[in-house]
Every structure is written in C-alpha cells, then in structure tokens.
C-alpha cells in the first residue's frame, strides 16, 4: 500500500503515538508521518480538523477519513489489514485482552505522570507506591511469558511498550527502578524494545527525559 493511502498525525514524544507505529510496522504499513510539532503552543489545521473534538494526536488518515484515540485505531488496523493479527483470534483471549488494554490506558500513563508532577517527598512516595501496584497486575498476568499473549507479541504488548518510553523518567523522578521490584516485566521490556518494530518507533530516553526536565520547569514543578 503506498504512502498517500495512509497517514499519521503524530508528535515524536507522545508514547500514544509511538504504539500506533509500532503497529504499523508489525502490519508492514506504508504511511507518512506528518508531525506536529508545537502541540503545546499551537496546532495545525489538519489536527483540529481531523479531530475537533480532542484536539490531540495520534490521528490515522486512512483515504482522508480520520480515525482517533491510540487503542481504536490499532484495533482499526488490526480489522483493516487482518494478516498478521494482533488480537487473538479466540474469543476468550480477545476479552482478556480488550481488558488489560483497558487497564493498561486507564492506569499507566497517568499514574507515570504523577510521579514526574509531584511535589515534595511524601507526594513523590506516594505517587510512585501507586504506579507499582499497578505494574503488580501486569508483572502478573505476564508471569513467565515471554509477550502479554504468551509466545506471539501482540495487541496488549504494543499498548504497553508505547507507554515504557517514559519509564526511565518515572525511575528518575520516582528514585526507583522497575527492575528491582518487577524483573519478569523488566525483561519483557529489554526483550520487546530489542524488536524492529519497536526500536525504530520509540524515542531515544534521553530525550524524552530532557523533555520532561522542560515539562517540570514549565508546570512549575521545577
């Protein structure tokens, strides 16, 4: 498929952003990127046309028809373009993953982010006790597999290894490092950021920490 079929509005540091790519890639999706670059201080006509409502990236332009939010748009791709499926195919095992999906954007990001946000010591301890309870859950519907799915990395994975670009800043911010309170979800992050899909759609850690560095010097936290 060529490149004018299919394109993505996207910013470099967005961790929602990242995981749709990382699915185009796992689907061999030709696509242009078309970055938006000051989201903070403005944005381009294209984005708030293609989403009025949100005013957010990412944004899927598949024939110019805009599809929106991270998660529905790797569902979209994974019904649009059905070889190499990211969703299991039995009913039960796409529930379950539909559920951790759900828990994974409900949780992660936000609970990250109050950890990078907060003020004073007992804020930061208590933001960061939070984000561990809900990686607990994760490290143990994981348990000894190697992907959420068991032996094929998936739907759940690629929602996920989006977010763990941000981690690192977590760790900084929170005094703490994954590795040592989960280390089976520490190795599926060393095991999934070493794939192709993966690598080349992630940004480089220290950028994304000097960006939250600017992040906190602008919200004050700094």
């Not at 559920?99 to 007992?122: C, L, M, N, P, Q």
Request: a negative charge; hydrophobic letters at 45%; proline letters at 5%.
């Amino acid at each position: 498929m060529g490149k004018d079929d299919v394109k993505l509005l996207s910013m470099w540091a967005s961790p929602f952003c990242m995981r749709v790519k990382v699915a185009l890639a796992e689907k061999d999706i030709a696509y242009e990127e078309i970055l938006e670059n000051n989201l903070l201080g403005g944005k381009t006509e294209l984005l708030l046309k293609s989403n009025p409502v949100h005013q957010q990236v990412p944004v899927l332009l598949h024939d110019n028809k805009p599809i929106l939010e991270s998660t529905n748009i790797i569902t979209y791709i994974d019904e649009v373009w059905p070889s190499k499926p990211l969703l299991p195919t039995c009913a039960y095992e796409k529930a379950r993953a539909q559920f951790w999906a759900d828990y994974i954007d409900r949780k992660v990001h936000s609970a990250g982010r109050a950890i990078w946000t907060a003020k004073g010591e007992d804020e930061v301890e208590a933001a960061k006790a939070s984000f561990l309870d809900i990686l607990k859950f994760l490290d143990g519907t994981l348990a000894e597999k190697d992907y959420f799915a068991g032996d094929n990395f998936g739907f759940v994975d690629i929602l996920l290894v989006g977010l763990t670009s941000w981690f690192p800043a977590y760790e900084k911010y929170g005094s703490f490092k994954v590795e040592d309170h989960y280390p089976k979800l520490a190795a599926w992050i060393t095991r999934v950021h070493v794939r192709e899909s993966v690598s080349e759609s992630l940004a480089n850690p220290e950028k994304i920490l000097n960006f939250v560095v600017m992040l906190r010097q602008m919200f004050g936290v700094e």
